[in-house]
């Protein structure tokens, strides 16, 4: 190369460093995000995406209100908070100006189409009015725990007497998520899909593709440029071909379903959701299709996950394990119960250390880690920071178990015992602005009763009979897979013995 083609791409790289990849040189004392001209957050985008959550938690720790402005070229502007005064200014108090939006919508439309999850306005309004009402009902509560105490008795328990007796390590986020995915399946339309324990026949390719059409579905937000999915879709390439053919294999299977279920023309006395739905509602054989498969959404990882985090977080934490372990034994002697009887809504209801020892989990490993809405018009936070119209807001709900302004010093520890009440022993409400693991306001989880009830029989089912021990590293956080939900990556491997009861 002559000097002359040296001396060119020395200039040419000067010029690109000085115009796009150079910070605002007014910019060392500001916090938040690193912006660069015209790139805006782009390149510490590209550069901490896989660690997006940690990355954004430390640069949210570090402004005065734990809010930051996000820049990235093409409009996408918005604003990732962990503040509660703001998560309550946009959950709540000006809810009508924060939807899910249109392109929230839009990305994960050809999966989940206008079900309660991805739809907006009156179409939400309406589903969220059914199944609120049914969410309530002491039927569908009692469904949904002889549905769980039966998996666990006919399916879980004889899996992990079968890893005992073997020694072979078993993948215990692999097992909760097909043990939720068949208790979803049959809360929500009264099928079995047998993913657990059973030949996987009916359900497999159901769940798989599930899995697949979930997956891809949320990729669609991590694209550095917001259009590229499209095009990829339009030309059907690469991951878009696959996510078209796993959701067309979701649909068939949900559609075979709710047809026959409509042509029965029973009196849809049945104690699931879909008939629940037939039962109250005139809704097209589409539109209950999406009902259903948001739902199946809804309560299919994040059971799983919660569960999947706070097994791995009890091996490094004994005494919270005994002590769990206790508040099972008080409680089986006091209704004169045996290991392995089910325990029943009232008994879960008296598991206060336990329920403790969950939400304090899920508050460092939140199953939603992030959720995001669209601001419809220019407003103001609490904080004072400005959100224009079209802009995304973000509340960062795995940040905000991590921030000392929420929950002091200690606030990266594992300590179930802050969630109760002096003296009491009482599991204590927290706000949902402060933990807003469950969403907050009008759209807040309709399943976190049905999800504690249905970790509360799995945990102490599990606990009282086994033990685990988690391969590998006890002590360092393993990473994580940013699907929709918060899933390990590699999953939790660990060895099962049966508990010595003495
Ligand atoms: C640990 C378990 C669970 C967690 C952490 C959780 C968390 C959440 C969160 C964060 C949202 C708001 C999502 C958004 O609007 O963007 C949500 C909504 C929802 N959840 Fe859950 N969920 C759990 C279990 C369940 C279960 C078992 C069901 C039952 C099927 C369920 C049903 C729903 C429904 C229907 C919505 C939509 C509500 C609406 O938009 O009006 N969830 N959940």
Known sequence: MDLFSLLFLYLLSLSIYLLFLRPYPNQPKITGFKSYPLLGTLPEFLKNRHRFLDWTTGVLSATPSNTAVFRRPGKVHGIITANPANVEHVLKTNFENYPKGTKFISLLEDFLGRGIFNSDGDLWRVQRKTASYEFNTKSLRNFVIDTATVEIRTRLVPILEKAAESGRVLDVQDMLERFAFDNICKVAFNVDPGCLGGDGTAGGEFMRAFEEAATLSSGRFMYAFHHLYKIKKYFNMGSEHKLMKSIATVHEFADKIIKSRMEEKSENKDEDLLSRFIGTDKMSTELLRDVVISFILAGRDTTSSALTWFFWVLASNPEVEKKILNELETIRNRNAKRIGDAYSFEELREMHYLHAAISEAMRLYPPVPVDTKACLNDDVMPDGTFVAKEWFVTYHTYAMGRMESIWGSDCCEYKPDR????????????????????????????????????????????????????????????????????????????????????
Not at 458 to 487: C, N, W, Y
């Open 419 to 502: 969630w109760l009440e002096n003296g009491t022993g009482f599991c204590r409400q927290e706000s949902p602005f402060r933990f807003p693991v469950f969403h907050a306001g009008p759209r807040m989880c309709l399943g976190k009763d049905m999800a504690y009830n249905q970790m509360k029989s799995i945990a102490a089912s599990v606990m009282e009979r086994f033990e685990f021990d988690v391969q590998g590293d006890k002590e360092t956080s393993p990473g994580h897979l940013l699907s929709l939900t918060l899933r390990m990556k590699g999953g939790l491997a660990v060895k099962v013995r049966e508990r010595c009861m003495g």
